[in-house]
Nanobody
Framework: QVQLVESGGGLVQAGGSLRLSCAASGFTLDYHAIGWFRQVPGKEREGVSCISPSDGNTYYADSVKGRFTISRDNAKNTMYLQMNSLKSEDTAVYYC???????????????????WGKGTLVTVSS
Protein backbone atom coordinates (compact mmCIF):
# COMPACT_ATOMS: atom_id res chain seq x y z
CA GLN A 1 0.00 0.00 0.00
CA VAL A 2 1.43 3.34 -1.06
CA GLN A 3 1.51 6.09 1.52
CA LEU A 4 2.86 9.61 1.44
CA VAL A 5 3.00 11.33 4.80
CA GLU A 6 3.77 15.02 5.14
CA SER A 7 5.25 16.66 8.21
CA GLY A 8 6.91 19.90 9.21
CA GLY A 9 4.00 22.29 8.94
CA GLY A 10 3.19 24.77 11.66
CA LEU A 11 2.92 28.40 12.62
CA VAL A 12 5.71 30.75 11.59
CA GLN A 13 6.11 34.51 11.40
CA ALA A 14 6.40 36.26 8.08
CA GLY A 15 10.00 36.21 6.89
CA GLY A 16 10.66 32.92 8.62
CA SER A 17 11.41 29.46 7.24
CA LEU A 18 9.99 25.96 7.39
CA ARG A 19 11.01 22.68 5.86
CA LEU A 20 8.29 20.26 4.89
CA SER A 21 9.02 16.55 4.59
CA CYS A 22 7.13 13.84 2.75
CA ALA A 23 8.00 10.27 3.64
CA ALA A 24 6.99 7.57 1.18
CA SER A 25 6.24 3.94 1.96
CA GLY A 26 5.17 1.13 -0.33
CA PHE A 27 6.63 3.16 -3.17
CA THR A 28 10.13 4.29 -4.14
CA LEU A 29 10.34 7.98 -4.97
CA ASP A 30 13.49 7.57 -6.99
CA TYR A 31 12.92 7.96 -10.75
CA HIS A 32 9.37 9.20 -10.23
CA ALA A 33 7.96 12.65 -10.88
CA ILE A 34 7.14 14.28 -7.56
CA GLY A 35 5.70 17.53 -6.44
CA TRP A 36 4.34 19.81 -3.76
CA PHE A 37 0.94 21.45 -3.99
CA ARG A 38 -1.04 23.72 -1.71
CA GLN A 39 -4.64 24.65 -1.14
CA VAL A 40 -6.42 27.44 0.65
CA PRO A 41 -10.02 26.80 1.73
CA GLY A 42 -12.39 27.91 -0.99
CA LYS A 43 -9.69 27.93 -3.64
CA GLU A 44 -8.35 25.38 -6.09
CA ARG A 45 -5.32 23.32 -5.28
CA GLU A 46 -2.25 24.72 -7.00
CA GLY A 47 1.16 23.36 -7.87
CA VAL A 48 4.06 24.81 -5.91
CA SER A 49 7.06 22.85 -7.19
CA CYS A 50 7.61 19.65 -9.12
CA ILE A 51 10.46 17.56 -10.46
CA SER A 52 10.46 15.70 -13.75
CA PRO A 53 13.12 12.98 -13.46
CA SER A 54 13.18 12.01 -17.13
CA ASP A 55 14.59 15.36 -18.27
CA GLY A 56 15.83 16.73 -14.95
CA ASN A 57 13.55 19.76 -15.06
CA THR A 58 12.34 21.40 -11.89
CA TYR A 59 9.30 23.66 -11.88
CA TYR A 60 8.29 26.39 -9.45
CA ALA A 61 5.20 28.54 -9.26
CA ASP A 62 6.07 32.16 -9.96
CA SER A 63 4.90 33.11 -6.49
CA VAL A 64 7.55 30.95 -4.80
CA LYS A 65 10.53 31.23 -7.15
CA GLY A 66 13.67 32.20 -5.31
CA ARG A 67 12.12 31.37 -1.94
CA PHE A 68 11.21 27.66 -2.06
CA THR A 69 13.40 24.69 -2.96
CA ILE A 70 12.26 21.15 -3.69
CA SER A 71 14.57 18.22 -3.10
CA ARG A 72 14.59 14.53 -2.30
CA ASP A 73 16.74 12.08 -0.44
CA ASN A 74 16.49 8.74 -2.20
CA ALA A 75 18.25 6.92 0.64
CA LYS A 76 15.52 8.09 3.02
CA ASN A 77 12.76 7.80 0.41
CA THR A 78 11.72 11.29 1.41
CA MET A 79 11.07 14.52 -0.45
CA TYR A 80 11.36 18.01 0.98
CA LEU A 81 10.20 21.55 0.43
CA GLN A 82 12.41 24.20 1.97
CA MET A 83 10.42 27.39 2.35
CA ASN A 84 12.23 30.65 3.10
CA SER A 85 11.09 34.26 3.36
CA LEU A 86 7.57 33.09 4.05
CA LYS A 87 4.67 35.44 3.41
CA SER A 88 1.15 35.46 4.77
CA GLU A 89 -0.10 34.43 1.34
CA ASP A 90 1.84 31.16 1.67
CA THR A 91 -0.64 30.07 4.32
CA ALA A 92 -2.26 26.87 3.08
CA VAL A 93 -2.45 23.12 3.47
CA TYR A 94 0.53 21.65 1.66
CA TYR A 95 0.35 18.27 -0.06
CA CYS A 96 3.02 16.07 -1.60
CA UNK A 97 2.28 13.91 -4.61
CA UNK A 98 3.94 11.49 -6.98
CA UNK A 99 3.39 9.89 -10.36
CA UNK A 100 3.22 6.11 -10.40
CA UNK A 101 4.91 5.59 -13.78
CA UNK A 102 8.72 5.65 -13.49
CA UNK A 103 10.53 8.31 -15.50
CA UNK A 104 7.32 9.96 -16.63
CA UNK A 105 7.89 13.35 -18.22
CA UNK A 106 5.87 16.19 -16.76
CA UNK A 107 5.71 19.73 -18.10
CA UNK A 108 5.06 21.37 -14.78
CA UNK A 109 2.95 20.51 -11.79
CA UNK A 110 -0.40 18.95 -12.60
CA UNK A 111 -3.21 17.71 -10.43
CA UNK A 112 -3.45 14.29 -12.04
CA UNK A 113 -0.62 12.76 -10.03
CA UNK A 114 -1.36 9.27 -8.77
CA UNK A 115 -0.39 9.32 -5.11
CA TRP A 116 -1.19 12.04 -2.59
CA GLY A 117 -0.49 12.71 1.05
CA LYS A 118 -3.13 14.02 3.43
CA GLY A 119 -1.52 17.40 3.83
CA THR A 120 0.16 19.53 6.47
CA LEU A 121 -0.98 23.01 7.48
CA VAL A 122 1.36 25.95 7.15
CA THR A 123 0.25 29.20 8.77
CA VAL A 124 2.29 32.35 8.27
CA SER A 125 1.45 35.21 10.61
CA SER A 126 2.05 38.78 9.47
Amino acid sequence: QVQLVESGGGLVQAGGSLRLSCAASGFTLDYHAIGWFRQVPGKEREGVSCISPSDGNTYYADSVKGRFTISRDNAKNTMYLQMNSLKSEDTAVYYCAAVATPMATIRGCYLGMDYWGKGTLVTVSS
